[in-house]
C-alpha cells in the first residue's frame, strides 16, 4: 500500500500537541532558526491556537506530516468566526504529495459547514525575511487551483452562501 494512502486529516486538539511541536521546530530548523527555537513559547502558542481557533493536523500512519492552523479574525469592533491561516506547513517529506490539499480541504469543509470565510495567508514570513520565498509559487498555484480571490497578501474563500448581516455564525 502506498504510505500517501495512510493519511489521517482530523481536527486538531490538545492531543496533538507533541505533533504540532515537531513540525513547527522542523520549520525552525529548515529556515535555519532552530537556535531561536523557544520550546516553551511554542507550546504556549500552539496551544492558544488550539483553545482559541481551528486547526487541522495530517498523519501518515502515525507521522505528522502537516498541519493548517487558524486563528478567529475580528472586525475591530465585533468579533466574526471567521478563519484566518496562522500556519500552514507540510514536512518537507511529504511535499509534493496529497498532504496540503486535503488540509485544506478541511479547513475549506469546516468553513462551508459553518458558513464562514476563510482567509488563507500565502506569504511565507520566515522565507520572506531571508528574502527566498520559495514556496510563494506553489502555494499561489494550490490556493488558485481551489478557486480562492486574490486579495492583497491574503487569498480569501468566499463561503456559499452569503453570512447574515448579524455576523457569521
Not at 522565507?127 to 499561489?140: D, I, N, T, V, Y
Not at 487551483?145 to 463561503?159: A, E, K, N, Q, S
Amino acid at each position: 500500500m502506498n504510505e500517501i494512502t495512510r493519511t489521517l486529516v482530523k481536527q486538531a486538539d490538545m492531543s496533538d500537541l507533541p505533533g504540532l511541536k515537531a513540525l513547527l521546530k522542523e520549520r525552525a530548523r529548515e529556515c535555519g532558526d532552530l537556535a531561536a527555537y523557544d520550546d516553551d513559547y511554542a507550546s504556549k502558542h500552539l496551544i492558544n491556537l488550539l483553545m482559541n481557533g481551528t486547526s487541522f493536523i495530517a498523519y501518515v500512519g502515525e507521522e505528522p506530516a502537516g498541519a493548517v492552523m487558524c486563528s478567529r479574525t475580528d472586525q475591530a469592533y465585533k468579533p466574526s468566526n471567521d478563519l484566518q491561516t496562522e500556519h500552514f506547513f507540510v514536512a518537507r517529506r511529504w511535499r509534493g504529495s496529497e498532504v496540503g490539499e486535503k488540509l485544506l480541504l478541511a479547513a475549506e469543509t469546516h468553513s462551508e459547514r459553518h458558513n464562514i470565510f476563510l482567509f488563507v495567508n500565502y506569504l511565507d514570513w520566515d522565507e520572506s525575511k531571508k528574502g527566498e520565498p520559495r514556496a510563494l509559487p506553489a502555494m499561489q498555484r494550490l490556493y488558485r487551483r481551489r478557486t480562492y480571490h486574490f486579495v492583497g497578501v491574503t487569498y480569501v474563500r468566499r463561503p456559499k452562501k452569503k453570512p447574515d448581516d448579524g455576523g457569521s455564525k
